[in-house]
């Protein structure tokens, strides 16, 4: 009877033995391997972002994410009640955390929770405290048993962290990368997919939290991002942003932009916008100030566009520089009566003189020429502005810009068939501005603006990017007439923009100032105050312009607040760029003529 049982015993030991390792081996097994490997994500590495002398704008760092297992600090585990409370005391002030907080992390109320982040890109100094610490009691432990390290629960996972060198230095170019490690705004967002890269994995086999390195692992490489290097130039975007930063402050201004282009290949060499934000603390940033107001604000561009109106005069043919314009001090049309920026006598002014001296009713009778009749001359008028890229998107396809407002000819009313011509009822942004002045330097070819040179892959190998769209807008003569009378606006002493005289350069400029529309309440209120240009006007290579938006602290006109901002920035691209004076003497056209 007992061989009976035992044979017993031992047949349904066999039984089971078989079900386990043959019938049912692929199920268990399967479980095995559920609970015995574990796959992490590799992250891969962003790519960086350089300025177009290499110099590093967006950079990562290595960092790590602080974590924790919690059933790692319960009384079981320890042997105390407090071990909580007592790795947050530790913790606290390594993490710049609050105490109490961090106890409630490392308490949560699902026991069974095995994960939890403390702390997200730290750097690896920081980690290194922490096992520091981690080591220290773990050693005392060893010798004084009433000690508990109560730190062996908290873990770190490799991560990594965007860094900008320069702080706030085009901060509205790049953006910033948001917690998530993906692009939340700027050129961070718009190239996320080209410099994120591709994350890989690796799966192994641990036992207690740890890996066992017999169990072998499989492994996808994380594919790294490119780096992007852009047309910006470090050192004039650093002028252009402290010169308009200064500005702003001293004429108690809501903001102000500043861009800085390469004529003949329409680079961006600066784009600076004050007030700013520093993109690697966000926390203290304001968020009105985030994003690229020299791209997202659309504002009335005032004299400044009325180098548009002259470009359709001149290429019409329906004028010459020297057409003589007798100007009154006021001028009837439709309903109502139109005046220049001063009241003055009757003015005998040249065509070129109009421009110099900027006078709105002369704008008016020259761009009233351009048909038969009101109607037609707005249709040719439109005609340019659109050519020039006003109404559309300037091609860099940044988020968040405006195309500004530019409406159909047929829709403007009776004052805006007077007020555009000088540049009042038609809205822009800085770029498209900046643009304008790019094209009648550039020989009247307008080049599309672009931002990124390049992009080099993890290979080292670069990629140009694609050569930019070239639309002629007016003919070379037009462009060459009208450089000569912007030179007036700044050479002649009856031009209104003799502060933005360069020694030793033959400089174009126009200055602009131009009734503000407040974007909070929709009505006009304060001003624009702008200036224009490009140097050497005889052999062009830098436009600069410049706007300040509603200054309330000393003048308010474009040509005494944006003339020495233009000077000071063109100086530094010039001997930046190394360009020098051509030595000719300049055209010097007439203003006046007497009756």
């Known amino acids: 009877m007992i061989g009976l049982a035992l044979t017993l015993v031992l047949a349904a030991f066999v039984v089971r033995l078989l079900q386990v390792q043959a019938v049912d081996a692929g199920t268990y097994s399967a479980k095995a391997e559920q609970n015995r490997y574990v796959v992490h994500t590799l992250p891969a590495e962003r790519g960086g972002i350089t300025d177009r002398n290499g110099v590093a704008l967006a950079t990562t760092v290595d960092s790590y994410d602080i974590t ?52 997200r890109r730290q750097t690896p100094q920081v ?5 520091d610490l981690k080591t ?84 996808t490489p994380a594919v790294p991002g490119s780096d992007v290097e852009l047309t910006i130039d470090r050192d004039i975007q650093w002028a252009a942003q402290h010169a308009i930063s200064e500005q702003v402050e001293k004429s108690k201004a809501d903001g102000g932009y500043v861009i800085v282009q390469d004529t003949t290949t329409g680079e961006i060499l600066a ?19 985030l994003g690229n107001a020299a791209l997202q604000d659309a504002f009335e561009p005032g004299s400044t566009a009325k180098v548009l109106s002259m470009a359709a005069v001149l290429e019409e043919n329906v004028a010459t520089p020297g057409t003589h314009i007798t100007v009154p001090n006021r001028l009837k049309r439709g309903d109502r009566l139109f005046k220049d920026d ?22 008016i009778m020259a761009t009233g020429e351009l048909g038969k009749t ?19 998107y300037s091609g860099l396809g940044f988020p968040g810009e405006t195309k500004g407002i530019l409406a159909p000819p047929d829709q403007w009313s009776t004052s805006q068939q007077y007020t555009i011509p000088f540049g009042q009822g038609v809205s822009v942004n800085a770029l498209q501005a900046a643009s304008i002045y790019s094209t009648v330097a550039n020989g009247g070819v307008r080049i599309e603006p672009t931002l990124v040179r390049g992009t080099k892959g993890a290979d080292g190998r670069f990629t140009p990017a694609p050569e930019p769209k070239k639309t002629r807008v007016t003919s070379e003569k037009t462009a060459k007439t009208l450089s000569q009378m912007l030179e007036s606006v700044v050479d002649d002493e009856e031009g209104t923009g003799t502060k933005a005289r360069i020694p030793g350069y033959r400089v174009a400029g126009k200055t602009g100032t131009a009734n503000r529309v407040d974007p909070a309440t929709g009505k006009y209120h304060g001003y624009t105050s702008s200036f224009a ?19 309330t602290e000393g003048s308010y006109f474009g040509g005494q607040i944006c003339g020495p901002i233009y000077k000071q920035v063109m100086e530094f691209a010039l001997k930046t760029l190394q360009v020098p004076p051509t030595g000719a003497a300049p055209a010097r056209l007439p203003v006046t003529f007497k009756p």
């Open 68 to 119: 924790a297992d919690p059933t790692m600090f319960t009384r079981e585990q320890l042997k105390v009640d407090d071990g909580p409370e007592q790795a947050a005391a530790l913790l606290a002030p390594i993490l710049g955390q609050d105490q109490e907080q961090l106890a409630k992390v490392l308490r949560p109320k699902n026991r069974e929770l095995r994960y939890v982040r403390l702390a």
């Open 127 to 131: 980690w290194n405290q922490i096992k």
């Open 136 to 219: 220290a009691l773990t050693a005392k432990a060893e010798t004084d048993r009433a000690t508990v390290n109560v730190l062996a629960g908290v873990f770190a996972d490799p991560s990594s962290k965007r860094v900008y060198p320069g702080g706030d230095l085009a901060a509205g170019i790049l953006g910033w990368v948001g917690a998530d490690g993906k692009g939340g705004g700027g050129l961070e967002r718009k190239l996320d997919t080209t410099l994120a890269g591709e994350d890989g994995k690796i799966r192994y086999a641990q036992s207690g939290g740890r890996q066992v390195p017999t169990a072998g692992s499989t492994e």
């Open 271 to 289: 784009m600076a916008n004050s007030p700013g934000f520093d993109p690697g603390d966000l926390a203290h940033a304001d968020s009105a100030a």
């Open 342 to 363: 001063i009241d003055h006598p009757t003015w005998y002014l040249t065509l070129n003189g109009v421009l110099a001296k900027s006078s709105n009713i002369g704008t």
């Open 374 to 392: 009101q109607a037609e001359a707005n249709k040719v008028l439109y005609s340019y502005l659109r050519k020039f890229g006003l109404g559309g």
């Open 533 to 551: 240009g490009f140097a050497p006007a005889d052999k062009p290579r830098v436009t600069v312009y410049c706007a300040i938006q509603n200054a």
